[in-house]
């Protein structure tokens, strides 16, 4: 499916991308509020408290809605923090597809490896307890999310690209592994967040350079 934000010419790996974006759901107006008020509240107590320390109670008494209606329409934890995942996911997914380079169309592909490990890098210091939510809800439920799908698909086309008949599809999970919120949070026990993203550029770099 089609994301309507996504204008202008795009190339052949671009709407390739584009397929792997879930439209967002259509809405009545008082559904939309009350998942407004939820995500309001949601996003305040887990900033006070932490993501780990907020019950799905507390977090419908925040927003003055019933257990019932939380839980009909995020199902658990996991799933009101993908849905407020859901917009960051989409703005970064929009910035690879149609903005500036190097992070968007128009530089060349090692480029925009190396920018898009930088960007996501933030994304994931941004919202690490969230991602570590998330992608911890089962076991592979990293694996599973339509946003782990279009990071990977995006890497291997730039991948392919930039180390002609090697094989990108793994390598695109291999640069991937190490982003993954539950690794970080680990290494962060032992190394800063600098030293972090100064290991993540160069692995990136080391994937995309040419080297005798």
Known sequence: MNNPKITGPQSDSSRDLTS???DPPRERADA???RRRVQEAAAKLFR???VEAVSMDAVAAEAG??????????????GL??????????DLQERILSGPPPLGPGAPAGDRVRAFVAAYTDYLFEYLDLLRVSETASPGARYR??????WHRHLAI???EARPGADAGYLAHALL???AAEHVTAVLRECDPARVAAGLAGLADALVTDRP
């Open 20 to 22: 792997l974006l879930a």
């Open 32 to 34: 939309a509020r009350n």
């Open 48 to 50: 006070e408290h932490g």
């Open 65 to 78: 809605v019933g257990k019932g209606t939380l839980f009909r329409r995020f199902g658990d934890k996991s």
């Open 81 to 90: 923090v993908a849905a407020l995942l859901d917009d960051k996911e989409r």
């Open 145 to 150: 999310i339509g946003a782990y799908r279009f």
């Open 158 to 160: 730039l991948l392919a």
């Open 177 to 179: 592994a190490p982003l």
